[in-house]
């Protein structure tokens, strides 16, 4: 009996660990969930309405981002007048899952993935059709998904191409492409992102978020975002040109799930009140059914997740317009820091628990000699959390060709990187200088923070930019 007893204590210890943190996650999601869905009722300032004289350029990861995020200012752009043209960056042929669907069978083969994505195009053409959008209007770049992201940090010199796990390929093979087989390296997505923004000369570009869960999405944004500002320095486009960022995955968003038509579309929680302005475009009942008409035109992903396509069905979009500030050279790097950044806090379970990992800013300034940049987390930073910090220098002079990244690991009180930079950690705060002879002739710097512990991602501070 003594030992029957015994054994129900020791199971219950075992198991102790386990309910505990399945009620905190429980508790958390309850909250996150119900804070969101709270917020549905919330007024943003509106978007300003678009005119006979505007030029709208929308730029999205994959097929159907497009019509999930802007469907509704597509719709009201066209019925203005006003000319829409839409460049689709990657052919979504890496989403194995619904592949599998499509094809009914397991084991897709790499000439399979390419037949899905040619699918996508399909889909897409009919989806912006319906939007008002005509094929003309639409441009398929045939870059990888699921590797813009490494595009950006790994493989940017044609030197050094990305090859695809899925399509086994490492130059875009699709008869509709706007450059025809080129390598998949982040030098070339540039390059043809800043021809198309050059040539169409957009007063308004939409873009994914740099916070956004997906890396593509945040690679799309970085991408976007450079060749625009190499474009004014340049003054091939003019400073007034609008930039504009919408979301589609942040964590437990949008809440609710499925189809709300009369609900409006309003940001996560912890993303409302930081470093930007968001602003909304109401749609009409018309234009909502017309939404819903198109996002289903995407049949290859409503079949594989339905309800989380649907909830875009909304009766506003929300649009974040973020700044990247320029940084005077006349100040000592070690004070008058600028905050170029706050990010959001606790929205997923892992920085909620480990707050030395949850990123919640970004300063920086500027010497003649040096730019000095700081990093702030949550909570004090324990040596069992690692950072990785890269800074991409980017210049309006000749070619996007040549690859400065630098790279900044820290862990525990230990700063690495290539260049000759120096950093401490203290508390809840990185510092480091990097010598703006590192930078070559930059007129601007991209910058992202990520933290991890055991190898897990905990946060991404997305790709953002100083300009100098």
Avoid at 145 to 170: E, H, I, Q, V
Avoid at 370 to 378: E, M
């Amino acid at each position: 009996m003594k030992i029957i007893v015994l054994r129900r204590i020791l199971l219950v210890l075992l198991l102790l660990p386990g309910i505990y943190l399945g009620t905190a996650s429980a508790r958390y999601l309850y909250r996150h969930h119900h804070e969101n869905g709270s917020r549905a009722g919330i007024q943003l300032s509106a978007f300003p309405a678009p005119s006979a004289q505007s030029r709208y350029l929308i730029f999205s990861p994959h097929p159907d981002d497009e019509t999930l995020g802007c469907g509704g200012v597509i719709q009201q752009a066209r019925q203005a007048g006003a000319p829409v043209r839409i460049v689709i960056m990657t052919n979504g042929d890496g989403f194995r899952v619904a592949a599998e669907r499509e094809f009914r069978r397991l084991n897709i083969e790499p000439e399979e993935m390419i037949r899905f994505g040619e699918l996508r195009q399909r889909e897409t053409v009919q989806a912006v059709e319906n939007l008002g959008v005509s094929r003309e209007n639409l441009i398929f770049l045939g870059y990888p998904d699921r590797g813009l992201m490494k595009l950006w940090t790994d493989n940017w010199s044609s030197s050094a191409p990305y090859t695809s796990p899925f399509t086994r390929s490492n130059f875009s093979r699709y008869a509709h492409t706007f450059s025809p087989s080129a390598l998949y390296c982040g030098e070339n997505v540039l390059r043809d992102v800043e021809r198309i923004i050059a040539e169409y000369r957009p007063t308004d570009i939409f873009v994914t978020h740099p916070s956004d869960d997906h890396s593509d999405h945040a690679a799309a944004s970085a991408f976007v975002t450079a060749a625009l500002l190499r474009l004014q320095s340049r003054e091939t486009v003019p400073e007034t040109v609008r930039l504009h960022h919408y979301l589609i995955h942040r964590g437990d968003w949008p809440v609710p799930r499925g189809l709300h038509c009369s609900d409006r579309l309003v940001p996560p929680r912890n993303m409302l009140h930081l470093d930007r302005e968001w602003q909304a475009v109401t749609l009409t009942p018309e234009q909502v059914e017309n939404k819903r008409r198109s996002i289903l035109k995407h049949d290859s992903q409503v079949s594989v997740m339905r309800s989380f396509l649907l909830s875009f069905i909304r009766s506003s979009e929300p649009f974040a317009q973020i700044e990247s500030p320029r940084l005077p050279h006349d100040r000592d790097p070690s004070s008058e820091l600028k905050c170029v950044q706050r990010d959001p806090i606790r929205d997923n379970l892992l920085r909620e628990m480990d707050g030395g990992g949850d990123i919640t800013a970004a300063f920086a300034s500027r010497s003649r000699e040096t730019i000095h940049l700081r990093i702030d987390t949550r909570r004090e930073i324990a040596d069992r959390i690692g950072f990785r910090i890269l800074l991409r220098p980017l210049s309006s002079r000749g070619s996007c060709s040549e690859d400065r990244l630098i790279q900044i690991t820290v862990r525990g009180r230990r700063i690495e990187s290539q260049a000759e930079v120096l950093g401490s950690v203290e508390g809840n705060r990185i510092e480091i200088s990097v010598p703006c002879a590192a930078l070559g002739d930059a007129d601007a710097l991209a910058y992202s923070a990520e933290s991890r512990v055991a190898g897990i991602l905990l946060d991404f501070s997305g790709i953002r930019f100083i300009r100098l």
